[in-house]
């Protein structure tokens, strides 16, 4: 690995660190500590160790997406690590798709019990899907072009 390589990881991880302090303060390190979201008549308690994990695959996702393509795929190391964040990321969408699919199903009744569909939990569910399909063609592109580009090296 390159010392710019290795620049560039540990500069992305300082950052995640220093924004996981601005986000959520010095309680965010403790793997006790917890964050309440409440959606209609449900509370998720979420540990804040879930959220630095967010933050942190997006964050290595987003800085290596840029860095991958602004090196027109030639930088091994940053391909990989591309990789390997972008199956992180879909790892996550999946959760987060769950959670979205479990309010799918939750319906109000107007005051002629007529029941009403949450659509914008259904259509947050298919952006997400397509998200992760994108993503998907992305590492398979990304793995095909290293994979080229490493074969041309040797």
Request: glycine share 4%; net charge positive; proline share 1%.
């Amino acid at each position: 690995m390159k010392r710019k390589e290795i620049f560039w990881l540990i500069v992305t991880a300082l950052f995640v660190l220093i924004l996981n302090l601005i986000l959520l303060g010095f309680d965010g390190f403790k793997p006790e500590s917890n964050t309440d979201i409440n959606i209609h008549d449900t509370y998720f308690v979420i540990t804040n160790v879930h959220f630095f994990l967010l933050l942190s695959v997006l964050i290595f996702f987003s800085v290596y997406i840029i860095r991958m393509l602004k090196m027109n795929f030639k930088n091994f190391t940053a391909n990989l690590i591309f990789m390997i964040s972008g199956l992180l990321f879909i790892w996550v969408l999946t959760g987060i798709i769950s959670i979205v699919n479990s309010h799918i199903q939750v319906t109000d009744t107007t005051e002629y019990n007529l029941t009403v569909t949450n659509n914008i939990f259904d259509n947050l569910s298919t952006v997400l899907y397509l998200t992760q399909i994108i993503i998907v063609g992305l590492i398979a592109y990304s793995g095909f072009k290293t994979g080229r580009n490493y074969k041309q090296t040797k």
